[in-house]
Structures are given as structure tokens and as C-alpha cells.
């Protein structure tokens, strides 16, 4: 099993740019994740999928949208980047039968907006 | 969500035993205490979770004394491969639910 594989690893934007980052798990979890980690900071909840068909906001959603596609994947949309959006990006997805609340994160994708 | 705070940095050398300890004064009964582990360019890696007492795994040990307000994880004889950032997060254990990480615990162990 891969677990949580994320795509593209690195990206550099210029403002204004608009580009899909995309998530994927094979591990048939239910909940999905996007998070954001700006440097020397945690972790902060951006939108978050409990099952397939649903979305909801987390703590800093402005200036992304996303997309439930399927069970396996979960994709996040940044329609006009902005330097302030210069982060790491980490998915993970939790639903595990042994606990359902563990979060397995995939490797980042590290996002420079110019 | 129940707010958590713990310690912005601890140092400590090969072989010791680290103890981090995390305040969630505001716990909710129903909330169980979880802790991530994040190397650096990696996504955080759960290592321990429970509700009361003494849980142990084969990474780490969770210590929460019977009123919950606090936790200790304690990481036996670390190595230099433990430097890491130690997260705690406090809350209901479902799937689908929202977890805040907060500025963590960032452990530097030296040789």
C-alpha cells in the first residue's frame, strides 16, 4: 500500500496563478484532510471531507476550494494564489478499522507563490 | 476543541528518557489525548493515544492523571533519530473530526 501520495511534490506560482493539488489514499478511509504548515509553525486545518460526498471548512479556508472526487481522492484548488499562500501542503485521511480517528499524512507538497 | 499547551522546546542527549508534558485544562469527558510525531520535510506520524492512566506502546508511553488536565509523553532512551516535533491534540475520537495542532514541542536530542 502507498497510503496518502500527493501530487506535485514542489511548485513555484506566480500571483495570480491558479493550480490543483491533488491527494490520494488507498487505504479505504472515509475522512480526508488538507492542511497547511507555514515555517516553524503546526499544522492548520484548511477543508476537511468526513465521507465521500461531503465537505466543510476548517480553520483557514479563504482562498480554496476543494473537491471529493471519490473515496480515494481529495483535491485542493487554489483559484488565485498569493504569496501569503507560500506553504507546505500536507492531505491525510483517517477511518481506520482499528481507529477511526488515527490521521496518516502523505509527504507534503511544498508551495512558493512569487 | 480543547486548546493545549506545551512546551516550545526541550533539548536532551542520547539514552535519556524525555518527558513532554501537555495542559488541556478545558478536556472534555468524551475527548481522548493524542500525540503526533513530525521529522522535518514530513507529514506528523501518530505515535500514542488515550483516554486515562498509563498507556504504552512500543515508541512511547502516555502518562494522564485522573483529573486530565494534563498529559506526559514519555519517550524512553532516546535517540538521535527522536529529534522531531511532538504534537498533542485533545479531542473526540471519531472519524471525520477536526484535530488543532498547536506549535508542538520541538525535542533537539543531542550526541
Known amino acids: 500500500n502507498a497510503g496518502v501520495t500527493q501530487t506535485p511534490k514542489f511548485q513555484v506560482l506566480k500571483t495570480g496563478q491558479s493550480m490543483t493539488l491533488q491527494c490520494a489514499q488507498d487505504?479505504?478511509?472515509?475522512?480526508m484532510y488538507w492542511y497547511r504548515q507555514d515555517p516553524g509553525m503546526g499544522l492548520r486545518l484548511i477543508y476537511y471531507?468526513?465521507?465521500?460526498?461531503?465537505?466543510d471548512k476548517g480553520e483557514v479556508p479563504n482562498g480554496y476550494n476543494v473537491s471529493r472526487l471519490n473515496k480515494r481522492e481529495f483535491s485542493l484548488r487554489l483559484e488565485s494564489a498569493a504569496p501569503s499562500q507560500t506553504s507546505v501542503y500536507f492531505c491525510?485521511?483517517?477511518?481506520?478499522?482499528?481507529?477511526?480517528?488515527?490521521?496518516?499524512f502523505g509527504p507534503g507538497t511544498r508551495l512558493t507563490v512569487l | 476543541l480543547a486548546k493545549t499547551t506545551q512546551p516550545i522546546s526541550m533539548d536532551s542527549y542520547e539514552g535519556q528518557e524525555v518527558n513532554i508534558t501537555c495542559s488541556h485544562n478545558?478536556?472534555?469527558?468524551?475527548?481522548?489525548i493524542t500525540w503526533y510525531q513530525q521529522f522535518p520535510s514530513q507529514g506528523p506520524r501518530f505515535i500514542i493515544q488515550?483516554?486515562?492512566t498509563k498507556v504504552t506502546n512500543e515508541v512511547a508511553s502516555l502518562f494522564i492523571p485522573a483529573d486530565r488536565k494534563s498529559s506526559t509523553l514519555s519517550l524512553p532512551r532516546v535517540s538521535l533519530s527522536d529529534t522531531a516535533v511532538y504534537y498533542c491534540?485533545?479531542?473526540?475520537?471519531?472519524?471525520?473530526?477536526?484535530?488543532?495542532f498547536g506549535g508542538g514541542t520541538r525535542v533537539l536530542v543531542k550526541p
Open positions: 491534540l485533545v479531542g473526540f475520537k471519531a472519524a471525520g473530526n477536526k484535530l488543532t
Open positions: 478545558n478536556i472534555a469527558t468524551n475527548d481522548y
Open positions: 491525510a485521511s483517517a477511518g481506520d478499522r482499528a481507529s477511526t480517528d488515527t490521521q496518516y
Open positions: 471531507s468526513a465521507s465521500e460526498g461531503t465537505t
Open positions: 488515550g483516554y486515562k
Open positions: 487505504m479505504n478511509h472515509n475522512s
